[in-house]
């Protein structure tokens, strides 16, 4: 029995995965209810591949977009660099625009159809864990207040950025970093831009925006519609905000300053703010990669292991082969030897994307144009 804290998009693959090869497993999660929040995000071909061999490719498809291109542009709408996606860029599976609580929601159903109901279990909180040769024995808060113990082959911390098994694990770890970015983010139906499955990424230097549909809309010709505006508002030399203040209500006098900076001639970005019904902010945070998270029959997964800023949309989709990785791994290996496998494996890959997403990853684009270039107009040739 394999225990997973944390019932998120990591832990809910993992658990899938393992059923799918005959490992029986348990899901405990901190929550008491699972709802579908969050806001938009992309799932990339290779992540997408896992989910379909999970046979859940045609209940993301009823609720997601196929991605069909990628534009990054500057701050006045012309482009810097455009590039085809998932099926048309030549990959066999798309890459799928989609709500976070939408694919949670897939996920979620399909487990709750292919697991034993004694399988899913919310309310539990990891508290501290044991092991020996033979186990894990893993120590969790219910609801209730009561501790409750349970026994397993292998316990995998999938608890999220703030997870308690990193906590036990690495206690001297630097914690949450912050550069100072703070993102601004929402969800409006809105009129489909072109063919209704283009991704926008514009800006410069001082505000940037990400604009994508993530669902059908209420009409043909419109879409569910995600937008991130992000800036540097403090110098990241003081701590992140207050776990309180994540996915706080944003204000608008705050978000709109920057709005206006973006001159896109087929997008009013303003309007776009004041029509969406919630208006989230959230510091944009990862940590520093870990020099291991394998310790005997205890590892993490997803942001439990590396979380990551969400730039080149990669955050999910690594979480998705976490959770491949370490199930084949499981079927074909003593627990002890699968888990010091999966970390060799995963480790380096993913510190490698922590490291450059830091950096900006592929949206560097926009911040080099807007270097060499901060006169551009609409009348210039880039």
Not at 10 to 38: D, K, S
Not at 183 to 194: H, I, K, L, S
Not at 263 to 276: G, H, M, N
Not at 299 to 319: E, K, W
Request: net charge positive.
């Amino acid at each position: 029995m394999v225990l997973i804290a944390g019932g998120g998009v990591g832990g809910l693959t993992l658990a899938l995965m393992l059923q799918q090869r005959g490992i029986p497993c348990t899901i405990l999660e901190a929550a008491t209810e699972v709802r579908e929040l969050g806001v938009g995000i992309n799932i990339l071909p290779h992540g997408i591949a896992e989910l379909a061999a999970l046979g859940l490719l045609e209940a993301l498809d009823a609720v997601a977009i196929r991605t069909r291109e990628l534009r990054y542009l500057n701050h006045l709408g012309q482009t810097l660099w455009a590039e085809p996606r998932g099926l048309q860029a030549g990959h066999p599976q798309p890459q799928f625009s989609i709500h976070r609580g939408r694919l949670h929601g897939v996920l979620w159903r399909a487990v709750q159809a292919r697991l034993p109901p004694e399988a899913i279990r919310c309310g539990h909180r990891l508290a501290g864990f044991a092991q020996d040769a033979a186990g894990v024995t893993a120590t969790f808060t219910a609801a209730d207040g009561t501790a409750r113990e349970l026994r397993g082959s292998a316990l995998i911390g999938a608890d999220g950025i703030h997870s308690a098994l990193r906590a036990l694990l690495h206690p001297a770890d630097g914690g949450i970093r912050w550069q100072g970015i703070q993102m601004w983010r929402g969800a409006v139906d809105w009129p489909a831009f072109e063919g209704g499955d283009v991704m926008l990424i514009a800006g410069d230097r001082e505000a940037k925006l990400v604009f994508y549909p993530i669902a059908p809309g209420s009409a043909p010709d419109r879409r569910l519609t995600n937008w991130v505006i992000y800036a540097r508002t403090g110098s990241g030399e003081g701590p992140p905000p207050r776990r309180e203040d994540w996915s706080r209500r944003g204000r608008l006098r705050d978000v709109l300053p920057l709005a206006r900076r973006l001159k896109l001639p087929f997008l009013d970005v303003e309007a776009l703010i004041r029509a969406s019904p919630a208006r989230l902010e959230y510091p944009m945070c990862d940590r520093d990669p870990l020099p291991w998270w394998t310790e005997g029959r205890v590892t993490l997964l997803g942001d439990a292991a590396h979380p990551m800023y969400p730039v080149g949309s990669n955050g999910a989709s690594q979480a998705v082969l976490d959770a491949r990785c370490l199930a084949d791994l499981l079927a074909s290996r003593p627990v002890p030897e699968a888990l010091a496998g999966y970390a060799a494996e995963r480790l380096p890959k993913t510190a490698a994307l922590v490291a450059s997403n830091r950096r900006g990853g592929p949206e560097r684009v926009v911040d080099v144009v807007a270097e060499r270039a901060p006169g551009a107009s609409p009348e210039s040739r880039m």
